[in-house]
Structure formats: structure tokens, C-alpha cells
């Protein structure tokens, strides 16, 4: 037997069911978990690069030649390396008195059928000067020390006959013999500073000679 249908029942079968009113529905702009973290990944990746060049920046300095500012700690003691190498050597070992200006940065003797104590210093124009002694200045030196050197003058530093030379790649310098020393002097310099360092490099050498035959 047919049964009848309520036709209230049937008009509600038939429509959707709506949705709940407590869920919100999703954002076109809101960014997926997914989205959120590579963003935080790259937040965190930019941060510490900028941290990383700030410290970079601040312990190495920007756009520096040659540091001069050595700690007085940090200083090479050149007395303490001549009195060193004056036990070795068969001449009197120079020990310059430069002004705080002069930065030294080597000290070496080496022993051998020819001797040699060669300094390093950072000059006042932040230019490396070498000082090479030994007891003649041979031509071998000279070409060790300054490939290509080549006479300008000659000049006198402290009573001792000394010649001025040049080589090639801007090198200037100057060439000193005694009866018991020679002495080379060179950098990337001008004259006047050369001449200032082996005038105070002869001084020590002569002020050494007289201490020792007292």
C-alpha cells in the first residue's frame, strides 16, 4: 500500500545542509604553516648574515692597508732580538732607535758562511723598510735585496760613505759600507725616510762599537 509523503519532509531532503556557523572560512591572503616557516627561515638566515658582517666590519675595518696599531704588548722587542743575535754575530749588530712612528714588525739572524740580522719596520708613510747588516754588502746582496738595482748618487750618513740606488717596481734605497759592517736599506719609499733609518741604524751600529771596546 502507497504511503504519502509530507511534502516538508521532502523539500528538506532535498536542500543542502548548511554549513556551521562556528568555522571561519580560509583567508585567499593567509599564508599556509608551510609559507609561515620558510619565512621565519629566511628571517633568521638574514639576521645572522647581517650580524656576521657587522662583526666583520668591526673587527677587521674597512678598506685598511697596513694596520700600524700594535698593541704595546704585541710590540716586537728589537733590543731583546739584537741582544740576541749580538751573541752570534761577527759585527755589531744594529739596533735602531725609530720613533713610535716606526712600527717593527721582523728581527731574524740567520748564521752561516755569511751572516745576516735584517729588521722590518712599517714606516711612518705605512711603506716596509728592510734593513739587511751583514760585514760587507756584496753584489749578490744587493741583487737578493733589490733585483735590478741600479746607482743614483752617492750621499754620507753618519760619517760613512753610502750610495744611493733604485731598482725597478718603485724600489729606492741606499747602500752603506764600514771597515767591519755593511748595510742595505730598501722599501717602497721615498729618500727621506730611508735616509732617517739608516742614519739611526748606523748611529746604533757606531754607539754599539764604542760600548764594546770600552
Known amino acids: 500500500m502507497a504511503t504519502s509523503e509530507d511534502p516538508h519532509e521532502a523539500t528538506a531532503a532535498r536542500e543542502p545542509a548548511a554549513a556551521p556557523t ?7 591572503y593567509a599564508m599556509s604553516k608551510g609559507d609561515a616557516s620558510a619565512r621565519n627561515i629566511a628571517w633568521a638566515l638574514g639576521l645572522t648574515l647581517g650580524c ?3 662583526a666583520g666590519v668591526i673587527f677587521f675595518g674597512v678598506g685598511r692597508t ?3 696599531e700594535v698593541p704595546e704588548t704585541s710590540r716586537l722587542d728589537v733590543g731583546a732580538s739584537a741582544q740576541r ?4 754575530a761577527p759585527f755589531t749588530v744594529a739596533e735602531p732607535a725609530l720613533g713610535k712612528d716606526w712600527a717593527p714588525r721582523a728581527a731574524d739572524y740567520e748564521a752561516g758562511e755569511r751572516p745576516t740580522w735584517t729588521l722590518r719596520y712599517t714606516a ?3 711603506s716596509l723598510v728592510t734593513l739587511v747588516e751583514s760585514e760587507e754588502v756584496s753584489a749578490a746582496d744587493l741583487s737578493t735585496a733589490m733585483p735590478g738595482a741600479r746607482t743614483d748618487g752617492e750621499t754620507t750618513i753618519e760619517g760613512v760613505e753610502c750610495q744611493k740606488l733604485s731598482a725597478d717596481g718603485e ?6 759600507q764600514d771597515e767591519d759592517w755593511g748595510l742595505i736599506i730598501h722599501g717602497k719609499t721615498d729618500e727621506k ?3 732617517s733609518a739608516a742614519k739611526a741604524a748606523i748611529g746604533s751600529i757606531q754607539d ?4 764594546a771596546k770600552r
Not at 743575535?85 to 752570534?88: C, F, L, V
Not at 724600489?171 to 752603506?176: L, P, Y
Open 85 to 88: 743575535a749580538q751573541e752570534q
Open 52 to 54: 656576521v658582517g657587522l
Open 193 to 195: 725616510e730611508l735616509a
Open 171 to 176: 724600489q729606492s734605497g741606499i747602500s752603506c
Open 208 to 211: 754599539g762599537a764604542a760600548g
Open 124 to 126: 711612518p708613510s705605512n
Open 22 to 28: 562556528g568555522q571561519r572560512k580560509r583567508s585567499p
Open 66 to 68: 697596513v694596520d700600524r
